[in-house]
């Protein structure tokens, strides 16, 4: 539990230097996380393992599609989600933690199976980024 903490610390410690914003607050059910300009706001009663993994989805939102702008189209939304949840699945491989919920419904495929090649060239940038705020060594077989 302490390592998560730590994770978590972490990457809060990288939204601020990289000029985000933290804020935990009460959020519909349905809704565990979201990114508005430089915010990223999580639900207040996730516990640790959510917060992680929910933090890792919404920091990737942060990091790669936040210049996409409000009025992007449907099929950019889905294809920027498959992008988080492929982030969440390559970061929480590196730390060597278990997926829970939705993101891991991706079963035995790899992360990056089947999306356009400029969905998987970001995907492999944000989860570089975010593996560097956690300090993990970068494996040279990762690079995109």
């Known amino acids: 539990m302490t390592a998560i903490l730590d994770h978590i610390q972490s990457l809060e410690s990288y939204v601020e230097r990289s ?3 933290l804020l935990r607050t009460s959020l519909p059910e349905w809704v565990q996380g979201r ?5 990223i706001t999580l639900r207040a009663d996730l516990n640790p ?3 992680l993994l929910t933090l890792v989805h919404e920091l990737v939102h942060w990091l790669a599609h ?3 702008g409000a009025h992007t ?3 950019h939304c889905t294809i920027f989600e498959y992008e988080a949840e492929a982030v969440e699945a390559l970061v929480m491989a590196r730390l ?3 997926r ?7 079963g035995d495929e790899g992360p990056t199976d089947g999306l356009l090649s400029a969905s ?8 570089r980024r975010i593996c560097d705020a956690l300090g993990l060594e970068q494996n040279a077989t990762s690079e995109p």
């Open 120 to 127: 998987v060239t970001r995907v492999m940038w944000a989860s």
């Open 35 to 39: 990114v508005f300009s430089d915010l």
């Open 73 to 75: 189209h449907c099929a």
């Open 19 to 21: 000029g985000g914003r």
């Open 100 to 106: 829970t919920g939705h993101s891991a419904q991706l």
């Open 66 to 68: 936040r210049d996409a």
């Open 96 to 98: 060597g933690l278990p």
């Open 49 to 51: 393992e959510q917060q």
